[in-house]
């Protein structure tokens, strides 16, 4: 990988916090960090920003390589002002696509690309080529195009695939790119599972000698809501139902949403993949523990979008390189009106929890009163409980100390409100806690002050 400026070292555990890699006697390597702009170039702020959180380098789309045995057919994509690139190292990507054994010709296709090369600062840092399926012929275009440029050129491919099929001496000059982690099926790579990513992880390592990792965070939604999108908009139990998804989650709504630049009717469905800041921490933990002497960097795929957007957005992807914790903040508030207990959560985060049937919920239980009813309000749905210790049972009204209000989704800086809670007879005491699901998988639960009868 390219030489870099400001760099992360890797043996930080992100987040704000330092933390030794391994038990070993190595010393601490600096690792480079690069964002791909798969959204074209964002602003001279947006930039600013990025370099101040460790970004030292950038990846941008130039096209797509067509490669049959002696041809290379190179389709071209607008690149947008790189003027405002100035003052970073650049590397530009191409797709490739190609049969069997078909090598291209290296030749064609540098000439191919040098017009838009030459629009990046100093000319480019060198090229990125991606293949979302491996080819035979894919590793001898990439060296030969390494040699006839007499440059290093990097190949970017799952992690399972360069595990399989590099060779132990690796392809000469060629840096491997390990899509590994992440969101891969929202640039058209398969999916995976986090237990074969490792493994493969492994092989990899033990097998290069130098190689980078690529975490995908971009999200994956259908429809594609064009013009900017966020969960936020699915997450009342008023606008939509959530039901579990083979590939996803999916929500089916219940009246007409904005999504996008475009209006959804009801009873349209939408199915969305996302990272979201505790799962892209729980990557980059799995990526960089233990220390793997070959992995010179790692490159956030897909610049996070600012707010609103799905999954990560950038002013998490900020707060979170700026040491702060990636899990959402929920605060709770109760009011009373006559025997109505009101119920409301806010978000006081960037980070959001993860979609979920009934693993996010605000819980309110009771002594010396009678519940009789609920109105969820904007949240999805509630429960009628018995709690003893921490031993939940669903049970009916009359027989309940507590009742839990489930959230579908809490967004970044989100309010979920309109829960009322009817009692026959207010109780004497009432206490709340609340539980989140995260992005990775994991949940957190706290107390909330007492909601005074």
């Known amino acids: 990988m390219p030489g870099v400026g400001a760099r992360v070292v890797s043996t930080l555990v992100l987040g704000g916090l330092l933390a030794a890699a391994a038990a070993t006697a190595q010393e601490p390597r600096a690792l480079a960090h690069r964002a791909w702009l798969l959204d074209g170039v964002p602003s001279p702020e947006t930039l600013t920003l990025a370099r101040g959180l460790g970004v030292d380098g950038l990846v941008l789309p130039l096209g797509k390589v067509v490669v049959t045995d002696r041809r290379c057919d190179l389709e071209l994509v607008p690149t947008g002002a790189t003027a405002a690139l100035a003052g970073w190292?650049?590397?530009?990507?191409?797709?490739?696509?190609?049969?069997?054994?078909?090598?291209?010709?290296?030749?064609?296709?540098?000439?191919?690309?040098?017009?838009?090369?030459?629009?990046?600062?100093?000319?480019?840092?060198?090229?990125?080529?991606?293949?979302?399926?491996?080819?035979?012929?894919?590793?001898?275009?990439?060296?030969?195009?390494?040699?006839?440029?007499?440059?290093?050129?990097?190949?970017?491919?799952?992690?399972?695939?360069?595990?399989?099929?590099?060779?132990?001496?690796?392809?000469?000059?060629?840096?491997?790119?390990?899509?590994?982690?992440?969101?891969?099926?929202?640039?058209?790579?398969?999916?995976?599972?986090?237990?074969?990513?490792?493994?493969?992880?492994?092989?990899?390592?033990?097998?290069?000698?130098?190689?980078?990792?690529?975490?995908?965070?971009?999200?994956?939604?259908?429809?594609?809501?064009?013009?900017?999108?966020?969960?936020?908009?699915?997450?009342?139990?008023?606008?939509?139902?959530?039901?579990?998804?083979?590939?996803?989650?999916?929500?089916?709504?219940?009246?007409?949403?904005?999504?996008?630049?475009?209006?959804?009717?009801?009873?349209?469905?939408?199915?969305?993949?996302?990272?979201?800041?505790?799962?892209?921490?729980?990557?980059?933990?799995?990526?960089?523990?233990?220390?793997?002497?070959?992995?010179?960097?790692?490159?956030?795929?897909?610049?996070?979008?600012?707010?609103?957007?799905?999954?990560?957005?950038?002013?998490?992807?900020?707060?979170?390189?700026?040491?702060?914790?990636?899990?959402p903040r929920p605060l709770v508030h109760g009011s009373w009106s006559g025997s109505y207990l009101e119920v409301s959560v806010i978000n006081d985060s960037p980070h959001a929890s993860a979609v979920a049937t009934t693993a996010n919920w605000v819980e309110v239980r009771f002594a010396g009163g009678q519940v009789a009813d609920v109105d969820p309000g904007d949240f999805s749905g509630y429960e009628f409980g018995r709690l003893v210790g921490e031993s939940w049972t669903a049970t009916v009204p009359g027989n309940a100390n507590a009742v839990r209000l489930f959230l579908t989704y809490l967004g970044p800086e989100a309010r979920l409100g309109g829960g009322r809670i009817r009692f026959a007879s207010r109780p004497q005491e009432v206490f709340g806690r609340v539980s989140i699901r995260l992005g990775d998988g994991s949940a957190r639960t706290q107390e909330v002050r007492p909601l005074r009868p």
């Open 89 to 327: 190292r650049v590397n530009g990507l191409v797709w490739v696509e190609g049969e069997g054994e078909g090598a291209g010709n290296a030749e064609s296709f540098l000439a191919q690309v040098a017009p838009v090369r030459r629009g990046l600062p100093g000319g480019g840092a060198g090229l990125v080529l991606a293949a979302r399926r491996f080819f035979p012929g894919l590793p001898r275009f990439a060296a030969a195009v390494a040699r006839t440029a007499r440059e290093q050129v990097e190949l970017v491919l799952p992690v399972a695939v360069l595990a399989e099929r590099l060779p132990a001496p690796g392809w000469p000059g060629v840096l491997p790119v390990a899509v590994v982690f992440g969101n891969p099926e929202a640039l058209g790579w398969p999916p995976s599972t986090i237990h074969d990513d490792l493994a493969a992880l492994e092989a990899l390592a033990a097998r290069a000698g130098s190689f980078v990792a690529a975490i995908v965070v971009l999200p994956l939604a259908d429809p594609d809501p064009r013009g900017g999108a966020s969960l936020a908009a699915l997450a009342s139990g008023r606008v939509a139902t959530y039901r579990p998804g083979a590939r996803g989650d999916e929500f089916v709504l219940k009246r007409p949403v904005e999504w996008g630049s475009s209006t959804l009717p009801a009873g349209s469905s939408v199915t969305v993949q996302v990272v979201q800041s505790s799962r892209y921490h729980r990557d980059l933990r799995l990526l960089l523990r233990p220390q793997r002497g070959g992995l010179v960097g790692w490159d956030t795929v897909g610049l996070p979008r600012p707010s609103p957007t799905l999954g990560m957005s950038f002013e998490a992807f900020v707060d979170y390189f700026r040491g702060g914790v990636p899990d």
